[in-house]
Nanobody
Framework: QLHLAESGGGSVQPGGSLRLTCTTR????????MVWFRQVPGKEREGVAS???????SYADSVKDRFTITEDNAWNTLYLEMNSLKPEDSAMYYC????????????????????WGQGTQVTVSS
């Protein structure tokens, strides 16, 4: 079993930056991809950035050129650097791991993600 824990959320003004961190603990050697999701109340969980085991990063159109996903070796830690934040980026952000290859935005199936963190809140407002 893999335990995930997010940190780094907070409140920022529009145009500001945050760096989210997801640390993993447990068996991670069979992970095929990891994804940062976000969710606001009443809406579906949205995959915003993914990183696969080929080293490919992919992004939703809404965050492309503003967010950067990286990971250290062997899936120990996953990061999401968020710049030029907008009020519409406000959400609970989750990291999740899949043993099935995935890629934001077109190859994401929530049922493939068994391991989730507890989430970290990001609020962007003036």
């Amino acid at each position: 079993q893999l335990h995930l824990a997010e940190s780094g959320g907070g409140s920022v003004q529009p145009g500001g930056s945050l760096r989210l961190t997801c640390t993993t603990r447990g068996y991670a050697y069979d992970i095929s991809c990891m994804v940062w999701f976000r969710q606001v109340p009443g809406k579906e969980r949205e995959g915003v950035a993914s990183f696969d085991n080929y080293g490919v990063a992919s992004y939703a159109d809404s965050v492309k050129d503003r967010f950067t996903i990286t990971e250290d070796n062997a899936w120990n830690t996953l990061y999401l650097e968020m710049n030029s934040l907008k009020p519409e980026d406000s959400a609970m952000y989750y990291c999740a791991a899949s043993r099935v290859w995935c890629q934001v935005p077109d190859y994401i199936r929530l049922s493939d993600f068994r391991d989730w963190g507890q989430g970290t809140q990001v609020t962007v407002s003036s």
